[in-house]
Every structure is written in C-alpha cells, then in structure tokens.
C-alpha cells in the first residue's frame, strides 16, 4: 500500500483498480488477498472522508440555519 494520504478521488480510482483487477481473476490466491486487503483500507479510508465531509456540511448547514432566523 501507498505510504503518502490520498485524496478521497485517489482512493476511489485505486479501489476501480484494485475491482477490475479482482474481477479478471487473473491473479494468484495470494496476489488476491492482498488486492482484497488494500481494497479494504482503501474502503475504510473513503468512509472516513465521507463522514468527516458530511459532518461539515452538517455545521455549515446549522449555521447558516441559525443566520438566517436572525
């Protein structure tokens, strides 16, 4: 795996990657569970970003709702 952070859009195009890779089953069992491993953090990762992006909006959101009854 990849020591530098990605960006959310890195970790997607990777887990395509690591998908399409996967599904032509052209590789050995072990090449596979790591593909599988890598996909996983990769997952994990993109939630993460997700939450933390959604949780921003959320506060963007309640703020501006508490402007606006000013």
Known sequence: MAAKAMSFEESMDK???????????????????????EGTILV???YKKLEKAEQKIRTV???ESLGGEE
Do not use: D, M
């Open 15 to 37: 887990l395509s990657k690591i998908v399409a890779q996967l599904e032509k089953g052209e590789t050995s069992l072990e090449e596979s569970l790591k593909l599988f491993e």
């Open 44 to 46: 994990g990762q993109c």
């Open 61 to 63: 959101s309640e703020k």
